[in-house]
Every structure is written in C-alpha cells, then in structure tokens.
C-alpha cells in the first residue's frame, strides 16, 4: 500500500514506467517545463477513498449513529467562538420567552451543522423537523411542514442555496411574519389567503452561502461560519466517540487518527470505526498510535488526510499546468471531476492546509503541495511561500 510521504525524497531520474502511472488519463504527455518527480509518485492506482467524502453517507443517518451526535452545547467540542454566539442568543430567547432568530450556518460538509440545528431544538425545548432544499419542489411541501410546526420548533433545511424559487418566495413571508400565503383557484379567478403559523425558527444549512439570493439571505437573524476543527479537538471527539464505543483507544491512537481526519469530525468518527474493525479483525487489543497509522495506510489514507481525488487534483495541476495558476473550470475539465465538487468539498481543506492558493488568475499548488507529493517545486513557486 503506497502512502505518500511528507518527507522530501531523494531525486530520481524520471523515466518511462513513471509516466505509465498516470494512465488514468492525469498526463499522457509530460509537459516540457516538468520537474522531475522525486522519488514516490503519488498512487494514483487505486480507487476514490470513500472513507475521507464529508457528504454523511445513509448509514450514517441511522438510529445508532444518532447516539454519538452531542445534544446539548456543553457536550459539544469545538467552533468555540459559534458556541458562544449561540448559547447567548439561546439564554437571550429563553429570558424573553421568544423563539429564536433564524439562523444561517454555512461551511463545508461535515462539520456539525445538523448536529447543531438539534442541539439548539434541545436546548429551547422545543422539536427539530428536518429537510433538505430539493426535497421541496412543490409549494404544498414547504407548505405541509409550515403548517405542522409546533411553538418554537426548529424547521432545518438543509442545502438551503438550492431551494426552488417558488419555495424560497413561500419561505419570505413565513420567516419575516409567520404567515402562510397560499394561492387558491387559478387564472382570473385566483385568491390569495394567508394563514397565521406558529412562531418558528429557520436554521438553514449551506456549503455555498454565496449562492443564497440576498432577499432570503437578508431573512436570518444569524449568520455563522463553521470552520474546521483543530487537532486537538478532534482528538477529543475521537476519544469522546471510543468511549460511547467501549474502545480502548490511547491518547496517541486517537490523534493518529484525528490528524488523518480533514479537520472534520464526521470523517473522524468513520475512521475510528474502519480502525476499531481493523483492531478486531486483527485481535491487536488497545489501540495505540502504530496500530492507528497502519490500519489506516491500509484504507491508503495520507498522513494528512488526502485522498485519492486530493491528490489526483493537485497531482493535475503540477503535471500538467506547472502547478498554476489554472482555471477551476479547466482543472475539473481535465481530472473529469465537477467543479462545483472541487470548489466546495476537496478546496476548502487544500486551502486550510495551505495547498493551495486561490488567485484571480486561478489556482495554484502551493510548493508544500509539489513537496508533499513528492516533486521538487520550481523556483516561481517556492516565491509564492
Ligand atoms: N461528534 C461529532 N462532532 C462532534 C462535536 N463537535 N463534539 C462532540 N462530539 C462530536
């Protein structure tokens, strides 16, 4: 199992079964100005990693994986500045005996934006009603859930930048006056009603908060930037989850696997798990910092957390545009990802790691990327640092 190192590598000549590696259509044709890769390529053979994708996967909306979601704010770690905002507007509404304000979260997958619209339901006291933006497409969808609020419940929608229009303009008067205006009869004979609803609060969750039109977005009383996690907390997710697990994890077991995790906690929780399969499988017993690292080179996971697509991306930028700057819209075109993909799930991490630069001229891998991979950056590049 190859595993990229971090660790700068001993020149090699570059030469032809090298090239062959990138057969998945990467590069073809080695560009004049290339540097020659230094030692490992990356490995670029293998499948996508599905354990490192932030997107929840349906086994992990199940009743089991329920009980590892903190539900109160205490209980939560992490987005310490995000918990504070909230547990003031929380004794805030509380006090005055009001709903909450609508409240906007937006960041990348994974990183407890559902885990917090339900901590805030329990915290008030009041039910959560959960959906996602496509899911309402007529206006009697977003109308049947309006309608069956109860006081104060919580209406989450998530991937709210991709509501369709007729329900967000069905959302504007429900958020602003908690009133339902319904159409009845058709052509000239139309009326329109507007039912009372019951005081709610809205917590929309984005990864494209720039996608939001400015009449809805204006709407939230809140809005709350999840960032991604530090090791150290995500260490202790990682330890908090082992303990409802009944695993016997060592403190250094644990931040193995929390800095392979793309500071987000969803995906540390899944490598706990594949890691508590290898333990047992393997009948090795507690899980110390060696055991941790090699399950998951088993599962081809990077030191840091880069998968597959990661480093096919950046691997794309260097092989074949000299590490930038490169379009997204050409970078998607030539690794045959979407570039909508690219921007929201694999940039953000690869740009919090300092990858990768965004610039008006387009993309660029930074040299500890050409590093990290095993190339020697150029002189132009080593200046951007
Ligand atoms: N599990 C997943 N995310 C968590 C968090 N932020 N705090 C505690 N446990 C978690």
């Given at each position: 199992m190859a595993i990229i190192s971090s660790k700068p590598q001993p020149p090699e000549p570059d030469d032809l079964s090298q090239s062959e590696l990138f057969s998945d259509g990467i590069s073809k044709k080695p560009s004049g100005k290339r540097i020659p890769p230094n030692g490992k390529l990356p490995d670029l053979s293998n499948a996508k990693q599905p354990l490192l994708e932030p997107e929840a996967k349906p086994e992990e909306r199940s009743q089991q994986e329920e009980r590892l979601r903190p539900r109160r704010l205490s209980e939560y770690i992490g987005q310490k500045d995000l918990k504070e905002v909230l547990d003031i507007a929380i004794q805030a509404a509380k006090v005055r005996q009001e709903t909450l304000d609508h409240l906007l979260l937006y960041g990348p997958p994974g990183l407890g934006k559902t885990t917090l619209s339900l901590i805030l339901a329990e915290e008030m006291g009041v039910g959560c009603k959960m959906t996602t933006a496509p899911a309402l497409e007529r206006p009697r969808d977003i109308a049947g859930l309006l309608l069956g609020l109860q006081p104060g419940d919580v209406l989450f929608i998530d991937e709210?930048?991709?509501?369709?229009k007729v329900t967000e303009e069905i959302l504007y008067a429900a958020m602003e006056d908690f009133r339902l205006d319904v159409t009845l009869g058709?052509?000239?004979s139309a009326r329109t009603r507007s039912i009372p609803l019951k005081h709610f609060t809205l917590v929309g969750a984005t990864?494209?908060?720039?996608?939001?039109?400015s009449p809805l977005r204006d709407r939230f009383g809140l809005i709350q930037r999840l960032r991604f996690y530090e090791i150290d907390e995500l260490l202790q997710i990682v330890l908090r989850t082992a303990g409802i697990l009944k695993m016997a994890v060592s403190d250094e077991g644990a931040t193995e696997i929390a800095r392979r995790s793309r500071g987000t906690p969803r995906i540390a929780n899944r490598l706990l798990k594949r890691v508590r399969d290898y333990v047992q499988v393997k009948e090795l017993g507690n899980l110390t910092e060696a055991i941790a690292a090699e399950a998951l080179e088993r599962y081809n996971i990077?030191?840091?957390?880069?998968d597959w697509t990661d480093r096919r991306l950046l691997t794309v930028m260097i092989e074949?545009?000299?590490?930038?700057?490169?379009?997204l819209e050409t970078i998607a075109a030539a690794t045959g990802e979407d570039a909508q993909t690219i921007e929201e799930v694999y940039e953000p991490y690869l740009l919090q790691i300092g990858y990768l630069n965004r610039t008006p001229r387009g993309r660029i891998a930074t040299a500890a990327a050409w590093k990290h991979l095993g190339y020697t950056p150029p002189d132009s590049q080593l200046s951007i640092l």
């Open positions: 709210i930048h991709r509501l369709p058709k052509g000239s990864t494209r908060v720039g996608a939001l039109t990077d030191p840091l957390g880069l074949n545009f000299n590490g930038g700057p490169v379009g």
